[in-house]
Structures are given as C-alpha cells and as structure tokens.
C-alpha cells in the first residue's frame, strides 16, 4: 500500500476513495463492502472521516491493504478504470515552511546581498507562514502564470504585467489526520498521532512580484495564484524505515523543539523540465523536522484540522545540482517561459531498491492580459 | 434588518439561521416555512448557500425582513428564547491587510525606529498576508495568552514562555458570499458583487513573539492563536448610504486599483477594556478600501470562496485617542492583562442617530505553563 487518494472517473458516480497498491489502483469502499477492509469511512467517496479516525485506523487499513492481492480481473482492481485523481483533502489552512538551511541561505544572499543571509530567528525556530488553501490544486492542473505589480528599480515607480520572473520550488508537504484542541499545543513527540500522510507539492512562485509586495507582511500575491500537490497521500508509517534525523538535532535548541524520535525523512526529489531533470533535491538535508514544525505552530495553542496541509518550504541540498528552485538553480537568470510542463517527484527506498511515492506536474500557461 | 448569524439554543435541534431585526432576534426559516420570506436556503441551519445565492437574493431577503414586522408573541420573534450566537460561517482563507495609513506610519516609527515608516511599497497596494482561519472564534470566546519565544535584546538567545506584550487590533472584517473564478479577477467595481457583508475583528497580537519571528516572512504565531469575530454579518448594502471616498482615490494608482464607486464605511468604531473606552477609531479614515483589497487579492488569479474573510488591518484614525492597538495608543508601554475583557463595537448613522452594528468581545485567560 502506498498511498490513498480520491478519484473521479466516467465509470461510477461521484468520488471514490481509492489505494494505489504495487498491483495498481484498487477502490477501498468496494473492497470493504465484502469485508476485506474494515468498513466505515469510505461511503461518502473521501478521505477526511478516515484520516480523522486515528494512527490505529490508518495502520489497520493498510495492513488490510498489504495483505489483499487484488487481482487485475478483479471488480475492485481500477488499474484498466480510466482514473481522474481528485485534491485528496478539503484543506483547512496551508502553512509553508522555510526549512532547509541552504535554500534559506542561498535565498537571503540573492535578496538581501551584502546582508547575513539567515535572519537571527532562522537557527532558532522553523519560520513559516500561513499561505492560500484556496488555490492548491492537484497535479495536472495547468497553471497560469499571474499578473502583478513588481517595480525594476528603487528609482521607479512599480509596473504592472505578467511576472517575469515565474518560478517553482520543490517542497514536501504533511497532511494532518486527528485534530488539536485549540490552546493546547502538540509535543513534538504527538507527530505521528496527529499526521496522516506525506504529499509532494509545488510552491510555484513569482519572484518579481515577491520581492515587491514582501515587506513588511510577508509572501501574498507572488505565491497565492496557485499551489499544487501531488494527488496520493503517503502514510507516515510507510515510511518509518527511512526516518533519519534533521540537522537541528545538533544545536541549542528550546525545550518544545527537542526530538527524540528522528522525524526527518531521506526521500530523494526531483525536478524536471520539459523532461529535463534539472535538481535532484535530498530531503535528509533539512534543518527542520516535520514534527519540529508542528510542534512550533502549536506552540502558542494554535489548533490543526483534519485536512490541514503544512509543506517543508524548498528542500535544497548542498549541491547546486540539488537545490529546489529555479532562481537558485539558475542564479536569478532562467526562469519558467509559458508552456512549460514541470514535473516534481520522489523516490523511497524502503529496502528493495527506489519506489515513487508520487509526482506533482503542472503546466505554465500564458498570462491572461 | 440589521444582520444575519446563525445560533444554537437549548430550546431547538441544531443550528438556525437568525436576523437581527429592529424589534429582536427572529428566525428566519420560521418566517420562510410560512411563506414571508424567500425559501430555499435556511434548512441545513447555516448561511453559506444563500451567501453564495448572491446579491438579488440577499436584497431580496433583506427587503422581505424590513417588510414585516415580528411581534414578539411570535414564534418566530427569538427576543425572549436563550440564543448562542455561532461563527456565522464555516470561514475558508482569512486575509489580514493593512490598510490604515496612521497605524502602518506608528507602527513603523515603533518597530524600525529611525527608518522610514511606510515601506517603498505601502502607497501603491494594498499590503497583506494570510492569516490562520482554524483559530477564527466567535465574540465571546476567551482568549488564552500564547506562549512563545521572544528575545529581550539583540545579544541575548531567545527565550520562552507567556507573551508579555498581548495586544488587541480593531478591524473590520468582510465575508464573501458569491465565489469567484480561479484565474479570473475581481475587478473593484465587482465588489458588491462577492461580498455578502462586514463583521468586526479583533486581531489579538503577541507583539514580542511577533517582533522576533516576523523576518523575513511576516506575522505567523504572534497572530494564530486567536481571531475574534462578531457574530452578525451586516449585509453591505444596507451600509451603502455611509459609502465614502478613501484616501487612496486622490494618489496615482495603478488602474486595477481604481476606484469609481467610493468603497469606504463611515463606521464608528469603539475599543474598551474592562469597560473603559480608550479609543474611537473612524473607519472613513482608512487609505485602502475594501473593494480595492478584493481587486488586489485577486489580480493574480487567486480565487475566493464563500466563507472566506479579509480584514481591514488595524483602523487608526488621526488622533491618538482614535488609534486601533494598545501599542500604538499607550507608546509601547502597556499592554493586557489577564482577566482583561476587550469589547470593540461599531456604530452607524443611516440618517436616524447612531445604530450599533454588532461587537466583538473576549477576555484573557492567563497562559498555560
């Protein structure tokens, strides 16, 4: 079992939770209406009621799953069913992250140079901040590239047009199972009870209207045209095996950000172009740990939904071959042209050699002017 | 009819959908089911689709609730039934602008003291960022003091623990009812169009946690741990008779910035504590307008959904007794206690003396250690 997701298709009504195993796609509801998969969260074609139901459901299920070998004649097999793959949640709110201390500092020496790169907060809490759930799309949605105002020089006044300057980052997103209670905070050792699976996304980003609009608040408008996520929410458990400590568990940190249990993941990404591979970004090299940022946004009694969608910021590596965005890849000279088809992926190995856990791909479309 | 919300009660099943009118609280599928008002929305006991049925629908309604008068004898009238008003909608992305001039210029002077207040970009948008919509509670609900790292100078490490510089932002919210496109946006004269109606906000604010971690990606936890909103959505246009010109129309603006139809309130808000009034902030006073915040949001492409709020930022008119945050008014040097109660309220002059549009009311709880 390595994944769930939601599809529609031209062959049944509505959506339907659906699993991909190593034999292909198979329909959940289906194989739990003859009792092969504990029964009560598929009914309604979504995966919120069981994302909501716990660590112990969602083991019980996929061990269920891994013990089933559907066969391709079989009626719950959906690998001959043509598939449409659906946003796997209703997100709540979407918070991305700034986690990877190259991409922070490749990123701070390119727009604030002469400046120390990292801000004096970055070593001593995952920053992040609160993006657009509203315009996440799944992978295969085109997306257009956004108009704005962005001003060449400090001498002008600001302009208005299609962003120059349009860019990706590779980012792995969390998406969170069992809620918090509001004003209690989330231990960073409650990771795994309270998030449910792993997506891949893509924080497309104009940086030209970025760099204009963000002081004093922050990233708005040069990130919230479109975020996209890959379709098939991996389970955090499926990937125990490859769990490896995050740099952080080096330093001074406080108390609420100590992890004892390592929560970073060793995923290899990828990012391509036009089917050219450009990086190749390993998420082992990040500072932060998931579970150090869920524990951080808690921290002050902030509560999380079933839904809630919160991504690594840009993974970067210590080779320019692994960095996670264009404008780093590229030094600020090569950007996304209309047209373009980008693809983010991943690989695992959880002892047999690479698997994918999944690939989030979108398309630039010409600006609407 | 001077707003809608949604309530429980001991004395009915679930949620309902209530007015407010001039003589008291009544119900408004009561009057739908015997025919006075327009059905078709009001079963399921919650306001999002008639907030997406758009604007003939909500002056129909609206008219149809001017038009009768409810006796209290009435069933329907909910005057003398135990009401609890509820967070009138499932809210979807929460924006935060800031969109006074006075308060960007004094919060500016206080935080980067010696700088210029207003950053290059402040005179030509709207400035924003997202804020958290899973910790958006109703009027009411009492607020518990965050804890979080703050650091008292520049060469000391960071310490932990209950914010000591809890403050309050009087604002003014509006929800929008009719969704719009994804990739299409919203032009300023559209405005009335998509939003339904104006709440008001109290955008709680831990400035020490704020301070330190808002570089370089804006406020986060020093704002997620609570949003308070009032419970009554005032239908925009029964304010329409106090639209007034904002400050903005008379700069050079980029034309999607263009006003043609004033989209400024003449409110007049009120901020107490413990029942003393420290400031009146005028609502006319603000630079940017709502419509402009709408058509700036959404000039990328980014969508809206029913349900999702944007707030004006912190209303701070001329006088010190008019500024909107305790560290504006008292200079950095006070700030709440706990077991403090905030009340900001609003009222409105439709040509027969002052009319209160609905309050927003929270006490501090002290932190958890």
Known sequence: MLGFGVATSPHFVGTRVVARTSSGPV?????????????????????????????????????????????????????????????????????????????????????????????????????????????????????????????????????????????????????????????????????????????????????????????????????????????????LDLLAPVRVPVASANTSLLPYLHETDPAGLDLTLSLSINGEVVSKPPYASMFWSPAQMLAHMTVNGASVRTGDLFASGTVSGPGRDQWGSLIEIFDDKRFLSDGDEVVISATVDLGNGPVSIGEVRGQVLPAHT
């Open 27 to 235: 329909d959940v509801g289906a194989l739990a209406a003859r009792g092969q998969v504990t029964d009560g969260w598929w009914r309604a074609g979504r995966l919120e009621e069981f994302l909501a139901a716990g660590r112990t459901a969602w083991q019980q299920v996929s061990g269920e799953l891994d013990d089933i070998d559907v066969d391709s004649a079989d009626q719950a097999h959906l690998g001959s069913t043509e598939l449409h793959l659906q946003l796997p949640v209703d997100i709540g709110d979407y918070v991305d992250f700034y986690a990877s201390r190259q991409h922070a500092t490749n990123l701070g020496a390119l727009l604030r140079p002469g400046q120390e790169p990292l801000t004096p907060n970055w070593l001593h809490m995952p920053i992040g901040y609160h993006g657009r759930s509203g315009t996440i799309v799944v992978s295969g949605t085109p997306v257009r590239r956004p108009c704005g105002q962005r001003r060449t020089s400090p001498e002008t006044a600001p302009g208005f047009g299609p962003s120059q300057r349009l860019d990706v980052e590779v980012e792995v997103g969390y998406v969170v199972g069992v809620p918090s209670r509001h004003g209690t905070p989330v231990p960073v050792g409650d990771f795994a009870e309270h998030v449910f699976g792993v997506c891949l996304v893509n924080d497309w980003s104009a940086r030209d209207i970025q760099a204009w609009e963000g002081q004093p608040l922050g990233p708005f408008l040069g990130k919230s045209f479109a975020t996209s996520v890959s379709p098939w929410l991996v389970p």
